[in-house]
């Protein structure tokens, strides 16, 4: 059987299609790697960022316009926690964050923001509807009236 199995692969071998087969496979593995060193070389020179310095440039530009937009100061705690943890952008990690920070935090920024209106229209109409005011609440309820009201920052 060894011999008969010798035989063919000496008879293959033989045939110049073979080689030719076997020369393409070598020159199409060289030319991938080829382009891959030179697709290397191209996006390593240059200006390009580094990961590093694109998380910083977002947090930069997200702290910057944290006191008007409450969703960039959301943005600039994702940021800085991904610069803390130096969770690359190729990370797994980095999909599981921004998931996080888009479904929860957002939500809670939600949230906040209807509290602030609640509180807004409390204190425009200056009593809860159909119930006394806030002098005549226990003193928890007037302090967190006059934490609501009174203070431009809502937790």
């Not at 011999?3 to 199409?28: D, F, H």
């Amino acid at each position: 059987m060894n011999k008969l199995l010798q035989n063919e692969r000496a008879k293959l071998y033989k045939k110049p299609s073979t080689w030719i087969l076997m020369g393409v496979i070598v020159a199409l593995m060289l030319f991938t790697l080829g382009i891959v060193k030179l697709s290397n070389v191209l996006m390593s020179s240059g200006n390009s960022m580094t990961w590093r310095e694109y998380y910083e440039m977002n947090y930069s530009s997200s702290q910057h316009s944290a006191g008007n937009d409450p969703a960039a100061y959301l943005d600039s705690q994702k940021y800085k926690y991904l610069l803390d943890n130096d969770i690359p952008p190729s990370d797994w990690r980095t999909d599981l964050v921004d998931s996080y920070w888009n479904q929860y935090k957002r939500s809670e920024l939600e949230i906040q923001e209807q509290l602030k209106n609640c509180c807004l229209w409390l204190c425009s109409a200056g009593e809860w509807p159909g119930l006394p005011g806030p002098r005549h609440w226990r003193r928890p309820c007037r302090r967190w009236w006059r934490r609501c009201c009174c203070s431009t920052n809502i937790p």
